[in-house]
């Protein structure tokens, strides 16, 4: 009997012995200390970057901010690196109210008016303008009046007594008087002395004898072009010279029909003809057509 038990005690001491050798062994260099886990034991207790279905930069942190530590910064070339997308740009500036009140502001375009030369009756202004002198010479070289006010004449220019026409219609700009056949303006109503182009005059003088002028070149004429004053309200007041150097009655009317030519004579105003009504002229600013 006491040979079993020692037989049986040998048997138990060998398979512990078997036991202890067949069990891997683990070699460890320095002592771990309490509480640490050998490397190999460790799991990682985040999902490979395959898995996220978090953008890269929110996913790393998360695991920053769980790890205890602070947010990481992203870069766009990390976002390539792992097939993101970049970042869409940031916007570094904030206008504030007072900032956008000093931006540049464009200011509402102004109607830019011109002058033009209006025809009244003989009332003047107080009357309705009975239209535009003409800035076009009609077939006979005079200057007409129009109504429609894309034939008015536009800028005209007013210098020490010499009127001028920017358009230079038949070739002259000045504005003045042609007299067909005499130089003394008649004291009655004849219409011989029409209003035209022509080469400038001397300042005061009598009539000029010339071929200089748009009615019919070629043929002469008594002519005078600086014969322009200005009066009350931008009113423009011609006056003849006759030959003794003395200034006639000048008085405007024009042709009613026809050609409705510009002239000047004596006695328009006392005739009273509707046909060669009186007029007056008066430049306008801002005019618009």
């Not at 138990?12 to 640490?36: F, N, T």
């Not at 219609?169 to 002395?193: C, D, E, K, M």
């Not at 007041?237 to 042709?255: F, H, Q, V």
Request: charged share 15%; aromatic share 8%.
């Amino acid at each position: 009997m006491v040979q079993s038990l020692l037989k049986s005690l040998f048997l138990y001491s060998a398979l512990a012995a078997s036991a202890v050798l067949a069990a891997p062994a683990h070699h460890q260099s320095e002592p771990l200390e309490r509480g640490v886990v050998p490397r190999e034991y460790l799991r990682s207790p985040y999902p490979l970057t395959d898995g996220l279905t978090a953008p890269i930069s929110e996913a790393i942190s998360k695991r920053s901010l769980e790890q205890g530590g602070g947010p990481k910064k992203v870069t766009n070339g990390m976002r390539i690196a792992n097939g993101l997308p970049p970042l869409a740009p940031r916007k570094l500036y904030h206008a504030s109210p007072a900032g956008s009140a000093h931006k540049p502001r464009g200011s509402p375009a102004l109607p830019v008016g011109n002058t033009a030369i209006l025809v009244y009756g003989s009332a003047g202004r107080s009357g309705a303008p009975l239209g535009y002198v003409s800035k076009n010479l009609n077939s006979y070289g005079d200057y007409f009046v129009t109504t429609k006010c894309a034939e008015a004449m536009i800028n005209p220019q007013l210098d020490s007594g010499a009127l001028t026409n920017p358009a230079n219609s038949g070739g002259y700009s000045n504005i003045g008087f042609l007299a067909y056949n005499s130089q003394t303006l008649p004291t009655a109503l004849i219409r011989n002395v029409y209003m035209g182009g022509m080469s400038a005059t001397p300042s005061g003088s009598s009539p000029v004898l010339s071929t200089q002028h748009s009615d019919l070149p070629g043929q002469q004429r008594y002519m005078e072009s600086n014969v322009w004053s200005l009066g009350a309200n931008s009113e423009l007041i011609p006056t003849w010279i006759n030959p003794d150097g003395k200034p006639a009655l000048t008085e405007l009317g024009y042709k009613t029909t026809g050609d409705t030519s510009i002239f000047i004579s004596g006695g328009v105003a006392a005739a009273g003809l509707s046909s060669t009504p009186q007029i007056r002229l008066f430049l306008t600013d801002n005019f618009t057509c």
